[in-house]
């Protein structure tokens, strides 16, 4: 059974930090390149970060400098380490597996950045 569970979002005052993982289970996790998207409320879905299988990484101009994404293949799982968060921040966070034609969602997790 394929599983996606991300974790470790919150609520965080502006300048905090959060660190999010991603949990895969259910498939073969080292060949499958991880990314982050987010969706604000009456916002379309966002890429954040992606992350290939050599450990490329690629983020959004709006979070460069802000936000770190990683992997480690032996616990099957992604991160995305967040610092300097901004309100704009805030949005329901996802991960998202893909290789060739396969793609797995996570459910999400939470972000409110708010003092």
């Known amino acids: 059974q394929v599983q996606l569970v991300e974790s470790g979002g919150g609520l965080v005052q502006p300048g905090g930090s959060l660190r999010l993982s991603c949990a895969a289970s259910g498939f073969m996790f080292r060949i499958y390149a991880m990314s982050w998207y987010r969706q604000a409320p009456g916002k379309e879905r966002e890429l954040v970060a992606d992350?290939?299988?050599?450990?490329?990484?690629n983020y959004a101009d709006s979070v460069k400098g802000r936000f770190t994404i990683s992997r480690d293949n032996p616990k099957k799982t992604a991160y995305l380490q967040m610092n300097s968060l901004k309100p704009e921040d805030t949005a329901v966070y996802y991960c998202?597996?893909?290789?060739?034609?396969?793609?797995?969602w996570g459910q999400g997790t939470q972000v409110t950045v708010s003092s």
């Open positions: 992350i290939s299988i050599t450990e490329d990484t």
């Open positions: 998202k597996s893909s290789y060739r034609a396969n793609e797995f």
